[in-house]
């Protein structure tokens, strides 16, 4: 990959702004959301909001929280299809850009011009799999009003949201009855009195109470999680300064950090950065002084977008826990686009022999994940990529555990998998995956999925309908499992439903067979105006010692 470095950069052209539907790629997972590969080049701006889906299935509503040139990190706004998104998921955004060729089917887009301002994405229902958001612009409540032509100097901006939520589990047969109420705030404010400096956090106040917690530390206790509190100042020349807390886009695994961090530019393909800082606890994100954390990085980029393009982000980590020296590591993030047919990605973890390993020595490689998509024709794609993952074994990461045993820190497991989309006729799309896992105890079952979507159900044209299914492998017995969802909106998109329904078909060693509902779900969305949303819903989870309800209702403010 390293090779593309060397392609000469291509040419732009551009003409009006129009409204598009950017697509991406989620490119690795965080507890705060998921990185996907497009940024601030591609027209990404903080605010936007778009839909993750997985061969037509839509499993999560998104917003964008935070962007680097080439990277953004994408909040979870609500899971819609029982499942979280993992790396090579679909992920449309509605950004405004100029006007230029359809995107690529493998998110590769060509690059917007620097200078410009993107507007954000209306704060209204989510658009249907397939279209393009068709609000108009959403004018900031907060915004000042639009500067006179011939006006200097950027005005302070801010955007963000409130939110009120209430779950309620109740588990009375299993004595796990509770409730949490959430509070939580996230937001920004840019260009600060019309300067290069801006702000952008976002925190939780949660309270939690009822049998579930009763032996917890949780049990009748007011918590507060703070993901994000952090300055940045950018400057002319390209680089930037950031301060407070933060989880670094340029190099999501070095996790949350309260520290510093700057960049700078070398030359036209090259940056380097630094970033040093005390790493929070690992369970609450508490402040601590125990786990003092340096890293310093250098990125190679050159070429374009879904032409001849690579990205290289190199960096070494250095750590300390509790005053003795616990980890040094390489991490690495790339991506290469060899044609507009082939985009290449990964992301990797290499540990040196540093701390004081207890179970393995040497090097190891901790974590990978690596995967091609190539949009071989507009209605077929392929896909194929390795994962793998093992604890590093430090003293950081010991110190989570509650029991100490070595089964804790093998060898990880390997996932090996190929997979393809296609888009038919009648407004249906397949979706396909074939895994094969290596791990302890793993017997290298395949495990597959398939999925088939009809978008559009009567004059509901953004309406969709899904169905998956997939195979089960356990102790004692294996069969099949799947899930049927729909998205169902009304009235100019304002209210929308999402019924949902799982069940499984399971096969024992002794030759008996049953078929089971494992779960019947039903999520309301209602926009009761432009900035305000009220949600709500439940899922109700049933089987052998194990019938439950899961509730859940709250309101939001966008500004």
Partial sequence: MLLVAAMSLAARTGSSADRVSLEARVISETIDGVYVNVGAADGVDKGTRGTIDRSGVELARVEVVAVSKNTALLRLLALTGGERPRAGDRALLAVERPGEP??????????????????????????????????????????????????????????GRAWLQEDVQI????????SRTRFGLDGSIERMGGSRWSLDWSGELSYRAGDAFRDSRYKDEFDVYIRRWTLV??????????????????????????????????????RVGAMGGLK???????????????????????????????????????????????????????????GPKLSLYSTAE?????????????ARLTHVDAFAVSPITSFLTLRAGVDHYERPDTRAERDLLHIQD????????????????????????????????????????????ISITRTGLFSLQHAFVSATVFNLDGAGAEGYGGILSAYVPFFENRVSCRPGVGFRLLETDEGAEEFDVTDVSLFVDWWIAQAWRLY?????????????TLLEAGIEFRW
Avoid: C
């Fill in 350 to 362: 290499l540990d040196l022999d540093a701390g004081s390993f207890e179970t393995r020595s040497g």
């Fill in 536 to 548: 709500g819903g439940g899922i109700y989870s049933f089987g052998e010692a194990l019938d439950r």
């Fill in 102 to 159: 359809k995107p690529q089917a493998d998110g590769a887009q060509p690059r917007a011009e620097p200078d410009r301002q993107p507007e954000r994405e209306a704060p209204g229902p989510p658009a249907a799999k397939g279209s393009a958001a068709a609000e108009e612009p959403f004018v900031p409540l907060l915004a000042p009003p639009p500067q006179a032509v011939g006006s200097t100097g950027a005005p302070t901006v801010s955007h």
């Fill in 171 to 178: 588990d009375s047969e299993n004595g796990l009855d509770h």
């Fill in 280 to 338: 929070p606890r690992r369970v609450d994100l508490a402040p601590s002084a125990a786990e003092p954390t340096g890293v310093a990085y250098g990125t190679v980029e050159a070429g374009t977008r879904s032409e001849w393009y690579y990205s290289g982000t190199l960096g070494v980590l250095g750590s300390i826990y509790k005053g003795k020296y616990d980890r040094l590591a390489l991490l690495m993030d790339q991506r290469a686009d060899l």
């Fill in 406 to 449: 070595p089964r804790y820190f093998d060898r990880g497991y390997w996932r090996y998998w190929v997979g393809s989309s296609q888009y038919l006729p009648w407004n249906l799309s397949l979706d396909e995956e074939i895994a094969f896992i290596d791990a302890p105890e793993e017997r290298m079952t395949p495990r597959w999925r």
């Fill in 233 to 270: 100042r950018s400057f002319e020349s390209g680089g930037f300064l950031r301060l407070g807390r933060f989880l670094p886009p340029e190099l999501p695994a070095v996790g949350f950090l309260d520290g510093a961090q700057a960049e700078t530019e070398l030359g036209k393909h090259v």
